[in-house]
C-alpha cells in the first residue's frame, strides 16, 4: 500500500481536497436540477421526490465503494482500473467502455442543456461551440480546469438560491402539487434511474485519481462530502419547483427551471435563471470533458482503446490525444442528439460502471452490506428505465464485449 500511494504517476498531482469537492460538486450540481427533472416528473410526477432519495441512495453505496476503492487504487480510470484489478481484465473493460459510452451521452446532454437555456433556436450549434470552448480549457491543463470550477460552482449555488427564495415567493406555491404522482413503483423506479444521471458526477473525483494530492485520503473524504452537498441542494430546489408548478409543467419542457418562473409570472427572474442554468451545465461539462477524456487516456494506455490516445503533452501533463478525441465525438452527437434520449442512454451505461464498481468492492471481504445493497440497487434503476434506453445501453454494451478479443489480440502483438 505505502509503495503504491508513493509510486511515480504520469501525470501531474495538482489538486487539493477543496479542488477536489468543488470538482465533484461541478460535476454533479446542474444536471439534475436543470435536466433530468423534466423526464423524471414525466416518468413519476410528484413522486420524483422518492425517486431522487432512491438515486441518491444508491449513489451512496456507490460512493463509498469507490471511495474505499480508489484508496487502494489512486490511478486514472476509476471502476475500469478498480475491475481490471478486482474482477480480470474483461469487466474492467466492460466498465470502462459502459463509462465512455454513458458520459460521452452525457456530455451531448449538458451540451444541450446549456443551449436550450440560452437560445433554444440554435441549440445543436450553440452546444457544439461549448464543447469546443471547453475542450480548449481542459487541454490548457486541470489546474485550469478546477480554477474554472471554482468560479462556476460559485455563480450556480447564488442563481439556485434566488430560484428557490423566488419559488417560494412568487404566489403560486400549492401543497397539492405534491399528490400528483403517476406511473406507481415502477415511475418511482424509473424516476430514481434517469435522477441518478444527476449524482453520477461524484466519480469525476475517482477518475482523476493520478492528479489529485494524498489520493488514498483525499479522494474518499471529497466524494462523500460532495455528494451530501449535492444531495441537500437537489433536495430544496426540487420541492421547491413542484411547489411552484404542477409535475405536468416540469414534465412538458427540457428547461424545468423557467416554466416554474413562468408560472409564477417572475419573468423579471428569468435571466438569473438561464445564468445559472446556462453556468451549471458549462461546469458540468467541463469536469465530464476531464473525467471521460482519463478513462480513454487510461485504457488507451491498457490498449484497450487505440494506443495513441496514451499520450502526454510535455508541458501541460494533460492527455491532450484523449481530450481532443472526445471533445470531438461529443461534438458531433450533441449537433444530432437530443437531452432526453442522452440521459436515458446515459443512466443505463453508468449504472452498469457502478454495478462493477460495487462488485469489485465485494471482492475486498468487508463491509459488505452497503456495496451489495449498491450492486442491487443500479440493477434495478438500470433495467426500470425507458425501453429505448435500456435496449440501447444493453446493445452498446455487448457490442464491446464482441469486440473484446480484438484488444487481446492488440496487446499480445505489441
Known amino acids: 500500500m505505502a509503495a503504491r500511494m508513493t509510486e511515480p504517476t504520469r501525470l501531474a498531482r495538482r489538486l487539493g481536497p477543496f479542488d477536489a469537492v468543488v470538482i465533484g460538486l461541478g460535476s454533479m450540481v446542474g444536471a439534475g436540477i436543470f435536466a433530468a427533472i423534466a423526464p423524471a416528473a414525466h416518468a413519476a410526477g410528484s413522486a420524483l421526490l422518492l425517486g431522487l432519495?432512491?438515486?441518491?441512495?444508491?449513489?451512496?453505496?456507490?460512493?463509498?465503494?469507490?471511495?474505499?476503492?480508489?484508496?487502494?487504487?489512486p490511478e486514472s480510470g476509476g471502476t475500469y482500473v478498480?475491475?481490471?484489478?478486482?474482477?480480470?481484465?474483461?469487466?474492467?473493460?466492460?466498465?470502462?467502455?459502459?463509462?465512455?459510452?454513458?458520459?460521452?451521452?452525457?456530455?451531448?446532454?449538458?451540451?444541450?442543456?446549456f443551449a436550450h437555456y440560452v437560445a433554444p433556436s440554435f441549440a445543436h450549434p450553440l452546444a457544439a461551440g461549448a464543447v469546443v470552448a471547453l475542450t480548449a480549457v481542459n487541454l490548457a491543463g486541470i489546474d485550469k480546469t478546477a480554477g474554472v470550477t471554482r468560479a462556476i460552482v460559485v455563480v450556480v449555488l447564488a442563481a439556485l438560491a434566488v430560484f428557490v427564495v423566488a419559488a417560494l415567493g412568487g404566489g403560486t406555491v400549492d401543497t397539492s402539487h405534491l399528490t400528483h404522482s403517476r406511473g406507481g413503483v415502477v415511475g418511482v423506479l424509473r424516476a430514481g434511474g434517469l435522477l441518478?444521471?444527476?449524482?453520477?458526477?461524484?466519480?469525476?473525483?475517482?477518475?482523476?485519481?493520478?492528479?489529485?494530492?494524498e489520493p488514498a485520503r483525499t479522494i474518499p473524504r471529497a466524494i462523500l462530502l460532495a455528494l451530501g452537498l449535492t444531495?441537500?441542494?437537489?433536495?430544496?430546489?426540487?420541492?421547491?419547483?413542484?411547489?411552484a408548478a404542477s409535475p405536468a409543467?416540469?414534465?412538458?419542457?427540457?428547461?424545468?427551471?423557467?416554466?416554474?418562473?413562468?408560472?409564477g409570472s417572475l419573468d423579471q427572474l428569468e435571466p438569473a435563471v438561464q445564468i445559472g442554468a446556462a453556468v451549471a451545465s458549462l461546469g458540468v461539462l467541463l469536469s465530464l470533458l476531464a473525467g471521460v477524456s482519463r478513462t480513454v487516456f487510461a485504457m488507451a494506455a491498457n490498449r484497450h482503446l487505440p494506443h495513441a490516445l496514451a499520450a502526454v503533452h510535455e508541458r501541460r501533463r494533460?492527455?491532450?490525444?484523449?481530450?481532443?478525441?472526445?471533445?470531438?465525438?461529443v461534438v458531433v452527437v450533441a449537433s444530432v442528439g437530443d437531452i432526453r434520449g442522452a440521459i436515458g442512454f446515459s443512466s443505463f451505461c453508468v449504472l452498469f460502471y457502478y454495478a462493477v464498481a460495487n462488485t469489485s468492492a465485494v471482492t475486498l471481504r468487508r463491509r459488505l452490506v452497503v456495496p451489495i445493497a449498491g450492486l442491487a440497487g443500479c440493477l434495478v434503476l438500470a433495467f426500470a428505465l425507458p425501453l429505448t434506453s435500456v435496449a440501447g445501453g444493453a446493445a452498446t454494451i455487448g457490442a464491446a464485449a464482441l469486440l473484446y478479443p480484438l484488444t487481446r489480440i492488440g496487446r499480445r502483438n505489441r
Do not use: Q
Open 82 to 113: 478498480y475491475g481490471r484489478r478486482r474482477l480480470g481484465d474483461f469487466w474492467g473493460y466492460l466498465a470502462g467502455a459502459g463509462f465512455v459510452a454513458g458520459k460521452l451521452a452525457s456530455c451531448a446532454a449538458m451540451a444541450l442543456t
Open 249 to 263: 409543467t416540469l414534465a412538458a419542457t427540457d428547461a424545468p427551471l423557467r416554466a416554474v418562473v413562468h408560472a
Open 318 to 329: 494533460v492527455p491532450h490525444r484523449a481530450e481532443l478525441a472526445v471533445g470531438a465525438i
Open 196 to 213: 441518478f444521471f444527476a449524482f453520477a458526477g461524484y466519480a469525476r473525483i475517482a477518475t482523476l485519481g493520478e492528479e489529485v494530492r
Open 53 to 73: 432519495v432512491l438515486a441518491g441512495a444508491v449513489a451512496y453505496c456507490n460512493a463509498t465503494s469507490s471511495a474505499r476503492l480508489a484508496a487502494l487504487y
Open 231 to 243: 444531495f441537500a441542494v437537489y433536495a430544496a430546489v426540487d420541492v421547491a419547483a413542484l411547489l
